[in-house]
């Protein structure tokens, strides 16, 4: 049985998503499994080294996961020619130094989004990750979700018919820090420190749309502060600079019209913490993180709108689900796998650091026409 050793450097991986998503559920995961099945006998066994600031957390996170290998010196990994793969997810302003150095010392390059704060920071980066000819990749997890690979389903079933309209309804209240601890890091409301939900949400609604719709063409964005003030992670209040919710509209290719709310200042009363229903001439959908309804134009309803009497319709209820018919994987441990194929037996890969660029640059422009209270066309983008 051949077994090919990939080193991978982990950067960021004490943080939030590194250890769960990326060490835990990915890398610890796919090393249990006994590697990437190539199907041939042959497995990708990922090697990390997890690298950080805090030695104790580095050393505690190893152990955890029966990882041999960590260090607090980036360079001196990079240096390292057993390294093959430079994996980011540090918070998004640290992100597009990091990335550039691993690039000059001629790493493949695989990172969390946004992949860097601006347009411009993001598409030099797949600029200079192309003149130096590595292989790349940018974490797009939504597209593996359960929920989203069901209407993915569904849409190249035809069942859709003409695709009209798409509602994404996206948020969940994050709690202020004061009488409850907040379940996302402070820095996610300052903006100075990379904050605000339209940098950080947009990169995932670009390419959820444009890989399940149609292309991007313009961008609506209202942007608000709704809560003013929160308090950190040792217990001091700080003011919020960063947008915490986005009432945006997007006009993608072939006129499809959608309407994407964000919002950490949200209650919850609808399936689950993103939905996004398609209305087609022929059928609609909602899907959710696992989940996806249907209804067809057959076992559509006929309301008529009348208050006087109490509802006869349960609308919940008029819809079927879509079986699994499958079993899902994590989603950014299949990506992850596709990476890994990608990095060894040239696999496509299509989700690149152009593709990230994309991301960054419908978030510059949701906030551009927040400022400018204007629509704004999405120029095509090129490295
Ligand atoms: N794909 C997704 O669904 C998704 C979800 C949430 C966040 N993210 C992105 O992932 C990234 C990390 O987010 P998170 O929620 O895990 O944040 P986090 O604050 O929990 O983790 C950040 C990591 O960066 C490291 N870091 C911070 N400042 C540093 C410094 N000065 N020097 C060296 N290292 C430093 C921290 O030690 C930690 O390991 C962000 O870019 C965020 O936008 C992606």
Redesign the pocket.
């Known amino acids: 049985m051949a077994e090919h050793k990939i080193g991978i450097i982990m ?8 250890s769960n ?1 990326h060490l835990a559920r990915s890398i610890a995961a796919i090393r249990e499994q006994g590697g990437v099945d190539l199907g041939n006998g042959e497995f990708i066994m990922p090697d990390p080294i997890l690298v ?3 030695e104790e957390k580095l050393k505690k996170l190893a152990e955890d996961h029966r990882i041999e290998r960590w260090s607090t010196d980036l360079e001196s990994c990079l240096a390292d020619s057993y390294n093959q793969i430079y994996f980011d ?4 302003v ?2 597009a130094e990091s990335i550039q150095q691993a690039i000059q010392a001629g790493k493949h390059i695989y990172c ?3 992949t860097a704060t601006t347009m411009e920071e993001s598409l030099e980066l797949a600029n200079q990750a192309k003149d130096a000819g590595i292989k790349n990749g940018v ?1 797009q ?2 597209l593996f979700l359960p929920g989203l690979l069901k209407l993915k389903r569904v849409i190249d079933s035809g069942f859709l018919g003409e695709i009209l309209s798409v509602r994404m309804e996206f948020g969940y209240w994050v709690f202020e820090g004061d009488w409850q601890e907040g379940q ?2 402070s ?2 409301y300052r903006k100075e420190d ?1 904050g605000g939900i339209i ?2 949400m947009f990169p ?1 609604w670009r390419y959820v749309l444009d890989n399940l719709f149609g292309e991007v063409q313009s961008v609506s964005c209202l942007g608000v502060t709704h809560i003013e003030e929160r308090v950190d992670e040792n217990g001091r209040a700080y003011k919020c600079t960063a947008d915490d919710a986005a009432y945006a509209t997007f006009e993608l290719d072939g006129g499809i019209i959608v309407q994407a709310n964000s919002s950490w200042a949200v209650r919850v009363n609808r399936d689950d913490l993103l939905t996004i229903q398609v209305d087609g001439k022929e059928g609609s959908a909602v899907a959710g993180l696992r989940d996806c309804k249907v209804q067809h134009r057959v076992n559509t309803p006929k309301p008529v709108w009348n208050p006087d009497i109490e509802n006869p319709f349960n609308f919940e209820e008029q819809w079927d689900e879509v079986p699994a018919n499958q079993l899902f994987d994590n989603a ?1 441990k299949i990506q992850w796998e596709m990476f890994l194929k990608h990095i060894h037996q040239d696999d496509e890969f299509p989700w690149d650091l152009l593709e990230g660029a994309k991301g960054t640059q419908l978030s510059d422009l949701g906030l551009k026409s927040w400022e400018e209270r204007c629509a704004v066309e999405v120029p095509k983008l090129h490295t």
């Open positions: 950067n960021g991986v004490t943080g939030r998503m590194g998503q950080g600031r805090n997810s540090q918070t998004t640290r992100r969390e989004k946004p974490v997890d939504k996302r890091p820095w996610n990379g940098v950080d995932h950014f």
